[in-house]
């Protein structure tokens, strides 16, 4: 019998042999004992820690069947290793033009080792279907977007990579494969940043590419070993620590983000509210692609000035001022306080944590005052 993703997450990395720790060890070593040939993975701490397998198997359970995980120091490093194994031979990388900056920015540092970064709507098909017949090229769609919350058509998208046969990546930070498995829809690599929720608990920062392409595993990992962007052993294990709970997180965080959106969308100073669980144009894409919740991330916009919604950021009690999201702590931010972020200027992203949402809407309802 096939137990449920649940339950593989929970038992991953868990030993049965009698005598062995019921908590996975930290095994904190540069190096191992060898002499000869070295076995695969135990030559130098740059090549493998057994933190990483445990880690690896329990996101390859979520992104469904046939999937490897590959797992990296951040989820900078993962897009890096993954746009520097798809670039070669590429005009182009197409990217969601409200997507998560950073990642773009990456790509146009890596410009004279890649292939020319571009911009479209994801939301706009034909726009997409443009921009992949600039020659060869990659899809890099990320759904919802950071930090507007859009919901792209992971279907469609997938139907217009394999049409112009563009290798489709799917950041699937904001969902993560409980919620949303981009490789069912095409897609030949799901991307993460495990600082967000996987891990959950605002202390690590890791990364991960999952495919279930043994080729660009095998690639991503050689520039992972070759780079050196490895997870740290002790972050292994507060990843693994996290994601045993995530299932538990994500439930109780998409139900509160879904409350705050619902209360949001009623208050007299918002303007306008952002979540794939409310977003009456996308509702039933979202729907359609995003099982059993839409997630913890919600963004909305005030009337008045970017100093009006400091001010608002500043007056909370719990939610707390800080950027990143998908932690059990509900965080926000005035995202455009970044000086390469493209959100409004009144934009707040608000990660919606694991407290009662009665507490969080008495905070937020307060801090709206301000
Ligand atoms: N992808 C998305 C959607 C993100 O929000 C982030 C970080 O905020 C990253 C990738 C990069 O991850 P990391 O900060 O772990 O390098």
Not at 161 to 186: C, I, M
Not at 219 to 228: F, K, P, S
Not at 232 to 258: D, Y
Request: proline share 7%.
């Amino acid at each position: 019998m096939n137990f449920s993703e649940q339950s593989r997450l929970v038992h991953a990395g868990t030993e049965r042999t009698a005598g062995a720790p019921l908590a996975p060890p930290l095994l904190a070593t540069s190096t191992y004992v060898s002499q000869g040939e070295p076995e695969p993975g135990r030559g130098y701490g740059r090549e493998g820690n057994p933190g990483w397998a445990a880690v690896e198997e329990a996101l390859a359970a979520i992104e469904g069947p046939g999937a490897a995980a590959v797992t990296f120091a951040s989820g900078q490093a993962a897009s890096m290793a993954l746009l520097l194994a798809l670039a070669d031979g590429r005009a182009a990388i197409v990217f969601a033009r409200d997507g998560y900056y950073n990642t773009r920015a990456l790509a146009a540092r890596l410009r004279p080792h890649g292939a020319e970064p571009v911009t479209v709507d994801l939301l706009d098909l034909g726009a997409v279907a443009r921009a992949l017949g600039r020659g060869p090229t990659v899809l890099w769609a990320e759904t919802p977007t950071n930090p507007l919350l859009r919901v792209a058509d992971l279907a469609r998208l997938g139907q217009l990579a394999a049409a112009s046969g563009a290798p489709f990546v799917v950041d699937n930070t904001v969902a993560t494969g409980l919620l949303q498995k981009p490789l069912e829809f095409g897609a030949l690599a799901s991307l993460y940043s495990l600082t967000k929720s996987v891990s959950g608990h605002s202390d690590v920062l890791g990364g991960a590419v999952v495919t279930r392409d043994p080729a660009l595993a095998a690639e991503v990992r050689a520039w992972r070993t070759a780079g050196g962007g490895v997870p740290g052993p002790f972050e292994s294990w507060l990843v693994l620590r996290g994601i045993k709970t995530l299932p538990l997180r994500i439930e109780r965080q998409s139900a509160n983000a879904l409350a705050l959106a619902r209360f949001l969308a009623g208050h007299p100073r918002v303007t306008a509210v952002h979540y794939p669980g409310t977003s009456p144009a996308t509702l039933e894409v979202a729907r359609r692609q995003m099982a059993a919740g839409f997630g913890p991330l919600l963004s909305f916009e005030l009337a008045g000035t970017a100093a009006d919604a400091d001010a608002v950021v500043g007056a909370s009690r719990l939610v707390v001022p800080a950027t990143s999201f998908g932690g059990v702590e509900s965080t926000w931010e005035r995202r455009a306080r970044w000086a390469a972020e493209t959100a409004p200027g009144t934009l707040i992203r608000l990660s919606a944590g694991v407290e009662p949402a009665a507490d969080l809407i008495a905070d937020i309802g307060a801090a709206l005052q301000a």
